[in-house]
């Protein structure tokens, strides 16, 4: 049946109320569901639960899973279980060059608890301990680390509980409240048609009112997903990008401009000073290499290390962390420079740089392998990354010239 403007029935939008309600229900779903970085070291102090001080060193422990969130850093509880990379990081002074152990015990429903991985006691030179342990949902473990004698330092252990949350935990209040919100949208549009239905027809049915609804719920969803539609094609939408020939200054207070690192294989991190656990577990990698490179090192192949907090790591800073990192400095850089043009490097690859909510600088955690030509051949996951395997990379690249 055709009405005409005399005649049609006339169904008003949702009231003003009802639409503001709706959309901040949309907009804090979105904001729960969009992977947020964790804080694990909550600024440091006596009360940061990741960190323990022993003279003038403090002892960080930090666990990642990069399989769900590249990104996020935890310690005393991680969200949910599997695979989880463990850091343990010695800041320089008293600790360096001091063996320590580290054990990992699940602990029973009694007292009793079992190791389920033991480290022996060992000098890491980068003050940098990397490994991987799995771990189940709903359990409670305890990290041991345990100092030996060393100079002016007497035995010492300190214990880091940790635990599991169920699977299921990370999502049920993000469900929630998207259950809430389609109830909303459904109790809204029945309270519209009671309220402002009109005399018609009976096969006549209030189409702009469930328009408008199934549009609500369909930007709803939207709103919802989109963060995950773009995290799994963030890598697809930028194939090979370039190393961008802008000017930076490196840990001599030299310019360094990029382009002039075409013709050799170039292996790229963002790190800044005074973040422990991303920063140093991804230097530590990167001296594995370092090691593993011999002559090819400064001569084929540069390691190059561009801090992300340019406004604070200056180049006589950068150039103290790489003496204390143990950095090969014949042919690893660590660059700063400009925070537009690091920007624009970072930007380049797909990432951003935005400050944590705390202020602090963002932990980027991807690393990258550049042929000769300055474009990207191969992206790591820095938390997981196996030196041997990306040595074996480049030197891969170099038998084919780069590419």
């Not at 503001?20 to 947020?36: G, K, N, Y």
């Not at 960190?51 to 969200?79: M, V």
């Not at 963060?227 to 890598?235: E, I, K, L, Q």
Request: overall charge neutral.
């Amino acid at each position: 049946m055709r009405f005409n403007r005399e005649t049609r029935p006339q169904y008003p939008m949702l009231d003003e109320r009802s639409r503001r309600v709706i959309w901040i229900a949309m907009l804090a779903i979105a904001s729960w569901l969009i992977p947020a970085v964790a804080q694990a070291h909550r600024n440091g102090g006596p009360n940061d639960p990741c960190e323990r001080r022993i003279g003038t060193s403090l002892i960080h422990l930090t666990l990642y899973q990069p399989q769900f969130d590249p990104d996020a850093e935890y310690c005393d509880s991680i969200p949910r279980q599997g695979n989880t990379v463990m850091v343990v990081d010695v800041s320089p002074g008293e600790l360096r060059g001091v063996p320590f152990s580290v054990e990992v015990l699940a602990a029973g429903d009694s007292d009793s608890v079992r190791p389920i991985l033991t480290l022996p006691p060992k000098v890491y030179r980068r003050g940098v301990l990397d490994t991987q342990v799995t771990l189940d949902a709903g359990r409670r473990y305890i990290a041991r680390v345990a100092v030996e004698n060393g100079a002016n330092i007497k035995p010492q252990q300190f214990s880091f509980p940790i635990k599991v949350a169920a699977w299921y935990r990370a999502l049920l209040f993000p469900a929630l409240a998207l259950l809430a919100l389609i109830g909303l949208i459904a109790a809204s549009a029945i309270r519209y048609y009671l309220t402002h239905r009109r005399p018609a027809p009976a096969d006549v049915i209030p189409l702009r009112l469930a328009n408008r609804s199934i549009s609500t719920i369909v930007l709803a969803a939207f709103v919802c997903c989109a963060p995950f539609w773009s995290a799994c094609h963030r890598d697809r939408q930028a194939q090979r990008p370039a190393l961008p020939d802008v000017q930076l200054v490196d840990n001599h207070d030299q310019p360094l401009s990029l382009g002039s690192l075409r013709g050799k294989v170039v292996l790229l991190d963002f790190v800044h000073i005074g973040c422990p656990g991303v920063c140093t577990n991804l230097t530590n990698k990167f001296g594995q290499v370092a090691d593993s490179l011999g002559p090819d090192l400064g001569s084929r192949v540069v390691l190059l290390t561009i801090t992300n907090d340019p406004k604070h790591d200056t180049p006589e800073a950068l150039l103290k962390f790489a003496k204390e990192s143990e950095a090969n400095l014949g042919g690893w850089l660590f660059v700063t420079g400009d925070l537009e043009n690091v920007n624009r490097v970072i930007h380049t690859f797909g990432l951003n740089n935005e400050t944590l909510p705390d202020g602090s600088p963002n932990h980027i955690t991807q690393v990258f392998l550049l042929g000769t030509d300055g474009r990207e051949t191969q992206a790591f996951q820095g938390m997981t990354m196996d030196s041997k395997a990306v040595v074996a990379r480049i030197k891969q690249a170099l038998g084919q010239g780069g590419a």
